[in-house]
C-alpha cells in the first residue's frame, strides 16, 4: 500500500497565537520530519508512517510548549532503533505507543513542575501510525482531537470517540451532539498529557484501510464548530484533492469564526498497483452553503 500525507495549522481568528502542532512522517524506516505534504503515494517503508496532531491546553500558561514538547517526543521516541522490534507484534505495538503518552505525560509534568509559570499547561493529542502488514492503522488519543475515515463508498465516520465532558452527557442521554456546540463546557477533557486534572490514558484502536481511504486527523478547531456532515460533504465535494480538500476544510473552520486554533492532517492510501488519483481541483463552489447549513456561528 503506498500512502500521501498533507497537513495544515493555522492560528484562527480569535487567538493571538497557535498552540495546535503537527508532525508527519512518511516513511519512519527513514524519518524525515520536515514533511508537511508529500508530492504523490509512496510506498509504505518496514515501520509504516505516522500523522500526529496535538491541541496545547492552558493558554497563557504555554499550552503551546505542551503540544510542542509532544512533537519533539514523538521525534525521538518513533526511533529506527526501537522500532524494529515493535513493529512484529499488535501486543508490542499497543505497548508501544501507551508507553509514549505515558512518558510524554510525565516529561510535561515535570517541565510543568520546573517552571511554575506553565502550571496548568497540556495537550490532547491523536496518532495514526500506518503500518504495512495487512496493512493496518493503529489509531491512539487522549482528549478531544480526532480521527475520521473517508471512502467515496462509504463516507465519513468517526474512528475516535471524544474524552470529553460533553462527550460524557452525550452518552448518558442528557444532551444530543448538536448541543455540545453550544454548551458551556464543551472544552472541558476528561483525558489529556501534562494536566494533573486529566487521566493521560489513551484509547487504542485498529482500523483495516482500503484503497482510496483518507484518514483526517483534526484538532477541535475544527470539528468543536463544524459538525461532521458539514466535514463530510466538504470532503465529497473536494476528493481525491488532497491539499485542496485540507484547505477548504481550514476555510470553512474559519468561516465558522476561527475561535480556536485549527489543524488538519490528511493520510490518503491507494493499492501499489493503483495509478496516482487525478487530483484536479474541484470547484466548491457551494461550500458557502455548506457553512451556512452545518456549522455554528
Not at 516529561?107 to 517552571?115: P, R
Not at 477548504?248 to 473552520?253: R, S, Y
Amino acid at each position: 500500500m503506498k500512502i500521501k500525507l498533507s497537513a495544515i495549522t493555522d492560528v484562527g481568528k480569535e487567538r493571538e497565537h497557535n498552540e495546535d502542532a503537527f508532525v508527519l512522517c512518511p516513511d519512519l524506516s527513514k524519518p524525515d520530519w520536515s514533511v508537511d505534504d508529500t508530492a504523490v503515494h509512496l510506498p509504505l517503508g518496514p515501520y509504516g508512517s505516522l500523522a500526529v496532531v496535538a491541541d496545547g491546553m492552558g493558554g497563557a500558561n504555554a499550552g503551546d510548549v505542551a503540544s510542542a514538547m509532544t512533537v519533539d517526543s514523538i521525534k525521538k521516541f518513533f526511533s529506527t532503533e526501537q522500532l524494529a522490534e515493535v513493529v512484529k507484534s499488535d501486543a508490542a505495538i499497543r505497548n508501544f505507543l501507551s508507553a509514549f503518552v505515558t512518558k510524554t505525560n510525565e516529561e510535561l509534568q515535570t517541565y510543568a513542575f520546573d517552571h511554575p509559570e506553565t502550571a496548568g499547561m497540556g495537550t490532547t493529542i491523536v496518532i495514526c501510525w500506518m503500518l504495512p502488514s495487512s496493512p493496518i492503522a493503529y489509531i491512539a488519543w487522549c482528549g478531544d482531537s480526532r480521527c475520521y475515515v473517508y471512502n467515496p463508498n462509504d463516507g465519513l465516520r468517526p474512528l475516535t470517540k471524544d474524552h470529553s465532558y460533553v462527550q460524557q452527557l452525550v452518552d448518558k442521554g442528557e444532551i444530543t451532539e448538536e448541543e455540545t456546540f453550544t454548551h458551556p463546557d464543551s472544552n472541558l477533557i476528561t483525558r489529556g498529557l501534562g494536566d494533573v486534572d486529566c487521566d493521560a490514558l489513551p484509547d487504542i484502536v485498529c482500523y483495516t484501510p482500503q484503497s482510496g481511504d483518507w484518514l483526517l486527523l483534526c484538532s477541535d478547531g475544527l470539528c468543536g464548530y463544524c459538525t461532521n456532515e458539514a466535514i463530510a460533504n466538504v470532503v465529497k465535494v473536494d476528493y481525491p484533492a488532497i491539499t485542496t480538500c485540507r484547505d477548504h476544510l481550514l476555510k470553512m473552520a474559519l468561516d465558522a469564526g476561527g475561535y480556536d486554533n485549527i489543524t488538519i492532517a490528511i493520510a490518503s492510501v491507494i493499492n501499489d498497483d493503483d495509478a496516482e488519483p487525478d487530483e484536479s481541483a474541484n470547484d466548491g463552489g457551494f461550500l458557502k452553503w455548506l457553512k451556512n447549513l452545518f456549522c455554528k456561528g
